[in-house]
C-alpha cells in the first residue's frame, strides 16, 4: 500500500472548459468578423489584380502567396454531422469554420467530481511499451506507474518489451517484489517492425487474456518516456464512468526536457496542438494524441484492438472508436510528463512521421480496409492527406519564392497600385484583416493562460520541406528514387547523427556540419540571405531618397514604391515570419543550447526513488511567452498606417 492514500486532489482551475471560459462567448463574433474582413480583403485584393491590367509573374506570385498562405494548423470537424475529426493544414477561413461549429455545438466536458468510495472504483490494467529507448527511462516511468493514487489491488502494470532485452526482463523481475501493485513482463520476441507500436500494444491485450484473472474492464497505456503523476488515474478514471458514451480520455502531454529558450521551437507547436484540442472539446470530438491514455476494454475490444495500418495508432484509435459510437475526452492538467525529441536530427525525424503518419490514416481509411467506416470518415481522410499534401508543398514554394520576389525589387502589386490606394482602403483592409486574426489568435492563446505566442501556427514553417520530402516518398517517388514507406521508429532511440550531436553539445561544440550538411539546412543560409539582402536592399532603394527629398509629393510616392514591394503589412509580415523560421535552423547549428542531462531536470523522492520533474522544469514550460514578434509587427502596422495617411 506504499504511496497509496485513498483519496486525490484535484486543482479545478486546470480543467475549466466548454462554457466554464469565458472567452468562449467571444470566439463567435470574432471569428465571424475575422471571416467577413478576411474574405472582403482577398476578393478586393484579387480585384485589384485583375481590374488595373499591369500584370506580371511577381505580382501573381505574389497574390498566390498571400492567398495560399493565409493559413495555419486548425483542427476542422463537423460535430453535427457523421465526419471525423482532423488535422488539416489549412487556409485561416477553415479555422473560422471550426469554430463556428465547435462554439456552435459546445456542451462542454464538465469536470466529473473525484470517486472517493473504492468500491467503485475498476480495475485496471496499464501498458508500458519499451523498444529499446533507454532502461533508465522505463525504470522511471514503472515506478510512476506503480505508486499511484489508486488502490493496488485493482491495478496491474504490464511492460510490453518490443526489444526483446534481457536487462529489461531482469530490471522487472528485481522491481516486482518491492512494488506494491502487480508487475509483468511480456515480450513478442521479435524486433520491431513496420507499426509495430499498436501490434505490440495487441499483443498485450492477447497476453492479458491469457492471465488467470483476465483483463480489466479498462486500460491505460503509457508511452515509456510519459512519467504520470500519482493522481494520474484517479483524476482521469471520473471522466469515463460519469458517461458511459466515453470511451478514451486522454490528457495532455507535457514535456519537461525542453530547452530554457527552446531553439527549435517545440514550444509554439505543441500549444497549438492544445489550443485546437480545447476547441475539440468544446464540441465534445477530441482525439487521443497518444503517450498516456485510458480506453475502456469493451470499446476497444468492439474495434478489434489496436488498428495497425498507421504510425498513428492513437489517431486512427479515435477515429474506429467514433464509429462505433465511442466519444474520446481530452484532460486538461500537469497530469504526466514525457520527453521531447532532444536533439535537431530527431525533431526533424519525429516531425516527419507525424506526417507519415497522416498520409498512412489517409490512405487507410481510402482503401478497402477502411470500408467498415463512415462514408463521412473515409472523404475527411482523402482529404486531410491531399490538403496536408498540398500544404507542405505551399509552405514549401513560398518560403523560397518570396524572398526571391522581394530581392528583385519588382512590384509585387500593380505598378498603378499607388493610385488605387490613394483612398486607402485596400491599405486599411490588410491591417484590419491582420488585427481580425489577432484577436481570434489571442483568445485562443488566452485558453492557455498564454503559454503560446500569437504567431504559434507558423512557427514551424521551416519543417515544411521536410514534410514535404517525406510526402514525395511516400506519395510520387519510385523505389529507384527513394520511395519510402512509413515506418516506425521509437522516440528515443538514439540514432548517429544523434548521438554525435549530443557528444557536440556535452563538449560545448556547434553543430554546424551535423545541421547544416547531414541534415540538409544549409538551404535555410540561402532563404536567409535573399530576406535580408531583398529586404535591404528594396527599403534602401525605395525610402532612402525620402529622407533626403524636401518634396511632399515625392516622399508620398516613393512610400507607395516601397508598399508594394516590400512594405505591404501581409507580404511584409510573410516576409519577417520566413526569415526568423529560417534562422531558426542556422542559430541551432551555430549556437546549440548547451546539454542537460535528463538526470538534472528531475527530482526523487527519497524512499522510493519516484522521478518527478523539478518545479522550476515545470514552471519553465507552463510558462507565459513573450509576445514581442506580434507586439513589434503590430506596431510597424500602426506606423505605417499614420504615415500613409498623413502624407497623402
Known amino acids: 500500500m506504499d504511496g497509496y492514500t485513498g483519496k486525490a486532489k484535484i486543482d479545478e482551475k486546470h480543467f475549466l472548459r466548454g462554457e466554464e471560459r469565458r472567452e468562449v462567448k467571444w470566439l463567435l463574433p470574432c471569428a465571424a468578423a475575422a471571416m467577413t474582413i478576411s474574405l472582403t480583403y482577398l476578393a478586393y485584393r484579387t480585384k485589384l489584380v485583375f481590374s488595373l491590367g499591369e500584370t506580371t509573374f511577381f505580382v501573381w506570385s505574389a497574390l498566390a502567396i498571400e492567398i495560399a498562405t493565409a493559413g495555419k494548423e486548425a483542427m476542422v470537424q463537423s460535430s453535427s454531422a457523421s465526419t471525423q475529426l482532423i488535422l488539416l493544414p489549412v487556409p485561416r477561413l477553415f479555422l473560422q469554420l471550426s469554430i463556428f461549429d465547435s462554439v456552435q455545438n459546445a456542451k462542454g466536458v464538465r469536470l466529473p467530481q473525484s470517486i472517493s468510495n473504492e468500491s467503485k472504483l475498476p480495475r485496471i490494467d496499464v501498458f508500458i511499451t519499451y523498444c529499446g529507448e533507454g532502461l533508465d527511462i522505463l525504470i522511471d516511468t514503472v515506478k510512476s506507474a506503480c505508486h499511484q493514487e489508486y488502490p493496488p489491488s ?94 478514451l480520455a486522454c490528457p495532455f502531454q507535457r514535456l519537461y526536457n525542453i530547452a530554457a529558450n527552446d531553439p527549435l521551437g517545440m514550444t509554439p507547436d505543441i500549444s497549438l496542438i492544445e489550443s485546437m484540442i480545447v476547441l475539440q472539446d468544446f464540441a465534445d ?137 490613394e483612398n486607402s482602403f485596400l491599405f486599411r483592409l490588410a491591417v484590419l484583416d491582420f488585427a481580425a486574426q ?40 519510385p523505389k529507384i528514387l527513394g520511395h519510402e514507406v512509413p515506418a516506425f521508429t521509437p522516440t528515443g532511440v538514439n540514432a548517429a547523427l544523434g548521438r554525435e550531436e549530443r557528444e557536440a553539445r556535452k563538449r560545448g561544440r556547434s553543430c554546424k556540419k551535423i545541421v547544416l550538411w547531414d541534415c540538409g539546412a544549409w538551404i535555410f543560409l540561402v532563404v536567409f540571405g535573399c530576406c535580408l539582402l531583398g529586404g535591404f536592399r528594396t527599403t534602401a532603394a525605395t525610402l532612402s531618397p525620402w529622407f533626403f527629398s524636401g518634396s511632399k509629393g515625392v516622399g508620398r510616392h516613393h512610400l507607395d514604391a516601397f508598399l508594394v514591394r516590400v512594405g505591404w503589412p501581409p507580404l511584409f509580415l510573410l516576409w519577417l515570419l520566413f526569415a526568423k523560421s529560417a534562422w531558426t535552423p542556422i542559430s541551432y547549428a551555430f549556437a546549440p543550447p548547451p546539454f542537460v542531462e535528463r538526470e538534472q531536470l528531475l527530482d526523487r523522492m527519497d524512499h522510493v526513488a519516484i522521478a518527478t520533474p523539478k518545479k522550476t522544469v515545470k514552471e519553465l514550460h507552463m510558462a507565459r511567452k513573450s509576445q514581442f514578434f506580434w507586439l513589434a509587427f503590430a506596431a510597424y502596422c500602426v506606423v505605417a498606417g499614420a504615415v500613409f495617411e498623413f502624407t497623402r
Not at 384 to 391: H, M, S, Y
Request: one cysteine or more; a neutral charge; charged letters at 15%.
Open 285 to 421: 470530438s477530441s482525439l487521443c494524441t497518444g503517450s498516456g491514455f485510458l480506453v475502456r476494454r469493451p470499446a476497444l475490444d468492439a474495434i478489434n484492438g489496436f488498428p495497425e495500418e498507421s504510425l498513428q495508432e492513437d489517431i486512427l484509435t479515435s477515429i474506429a472508436l467514433s464509429a462505433k459510437g465511442f466519444r474520446t475526452i481530452s484532460v486538461n492538467g500537469e497530469l504526466q510528463w514525457g520527453l521531447a525529441a532532444d536533439t535537431f536530427p530527431d525533431w526533424v525525424k519525429q516531425r516527419q512521421r507525424w506526417a507519415a503518419g497522416i498520409l498512412s490514416i489517409s490512405s487507410y481509411l481510402c482503401s478497402s480496409k477502411g470500408r467498415d467506416l463512415p462514408f463521412g470518415a473515409r472523404v475527411s481522410g482523402a482529404l486531410w492527406g491531399i490538403i496536408d499534401g498540398l500544404a507542405s508543398v505551399v509552405w514549401t514554394i513560398s518560403i523560397f519564392l518570396l524572398p526571391l520576389l522581394v530581392l528583385s525589387g519588382r512590384p509585387l502589386l500593380p505598378s498603378s497600385a499607388a493610385g488605387a490606394m
Open 154 to 247: 485493482l491495478l496491474r502494470v504490464i511492460v510490453l518489451d518490443d526489444s526483446d532485452s534481457r536487462d529489461v526482463a531482469s530490471a522487472i523481475t528485481k522491481l516486482q517484489p518491492v512494488v506494491p501493485i502487480s508487475l509483468r513482463y511480456a515480450t513478442r520476441g521479435i524486433k520491431p517492425h513496420t507499426h509495430s507500436k499498436a501490434a505490440n500494444l495487441n499483443f498485450g491485450l492477447h497476453f492479458t487474456d491469457t492471465l488467470e484473472d483476465g483483463s480489466a474492464g479498462y486500460l491505460a497505456v503509457l508511452d515509456v518516456d510519459m512519467m504520470p503523476g500519482a493522481q494520474w488515474l484517479r483524476t482521469v478514471i471520473p471522466y469515463l464512468l460519469h458517461d458511459s458514451s466515453a470511451g
Open 438 to 477: 489577432s484577436a481570434v489568435q489571442a483568445l485562443l492563446c488566452s485558453l492557455l493562460d498564454w503559454r503560446c505566442d500569437m504567431f504559434a501556427p507558423v512557427a514551424g514553417m521551416w519543417l515544411a520541406p521536410y514534410r514535404l520530402l517525406i510526402t514525395l516518398r511516400f506519395y510520387c517517388f
